[in-house]
């Protein structure tokens, strides 16, 4: 890929950043109704310790903390991070989330450290999707729940016409091809789902009792 294309595609999504990444994340993106079925489908209680990967803005992670009692929030981009920080800012301050700028596929985090976790926007960008996953596994606890939002294969169409240089340089998803990176990961119970041109998926780390970990 071209350093402009690089540029422009980190810009935009892929590492968001500067005045035009933070209107977007800050106001426009990470809060739809297509999102908020990730949370839906994990079922949020106010016992989870919530993860997500590639929060953005933070807006879903503080739709989260409505009913957790703890989130934490993991992303690449320094900008969205602090973006992220101060949506949440009063969690923030009393402990209830912990936003830190890393990488998905090295999570800075012990194992068994949170309930479940989501992924929204952002699956689509892992060069290595079953190295993200396994980190994912680790830090979940034994029959932890994962939720992924990302644009499935039906969706190559639109994303050539909105992205045409960058159709080439992110991952979309058949339902079968997220079952299998998920499967190789350990993952079990996983269900796959096309909305609207949308991979909807969960799936859950085997319980204590199948010795699977
Ligand atoms: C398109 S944005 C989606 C943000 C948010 N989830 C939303 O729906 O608004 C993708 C986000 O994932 C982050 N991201 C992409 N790859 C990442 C990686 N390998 N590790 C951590 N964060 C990553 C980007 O910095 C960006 O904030």
Not at 79 to 86: K, N, V
Not at 119 to 142: G, K, N, S, W
């Amino acid at each position: 890929m071209s350093t402009w294309r690089q540029r422009m595609l980190d810009m935009v999504a892929r590492r968001p950043s500067g005045r035009l990444g933070r209107v977007v994340y800050g106001r426009l993106s990470g809060d739809e109704p297509l999102a908020r079925l990730v949370l839906d489908g994990l079922g949020l209680r106010p016992d989870d310790a919530y993860l997500e990967i590639g929060q953005g803005g933070g807006r879903l992670l503080a739709r989260a903390l409505e009913t957790t009692g703890r989130a934490a929030g993991i992303d690449h981009s320094a900008d969205m991070a602090a973006l992220a920080r101060r949506a949440n800012r009063e969690a923030v301050a009393d402990g209830r989330a912990h936003i830190v700028v890393g990488d998905a596929a090295a999570l800075p985090w012990p194992d068994d450290t949170f309930t479940c976790a989501a992924c929204v926007a952002t699956f689509l960008f892992f060069e290595e999707p079953v190295r993200v996953l396994r980190e994912v596994h680790r830090v979940l606890r034994p029959d932890g729940r994962l939720g992924i939002l990302t644009p499935a294969e039906q969706a190559r169409g639109v994303v050539s016409r909105l992205f045409s240089p960058w159709s080439e340089d992110v991952r979309l998803y058949t339902p079968d091809e997220m079952t299998a990176v998920l499967a190789q990961a350990g993952f079990v119970a996983i269900e796959v789902e096309v909305r609207n041109k949308r991979l909807l998926a969960f799936a859950r780390t085997p319980d204590a009792q199948a010795g699977c970990r």
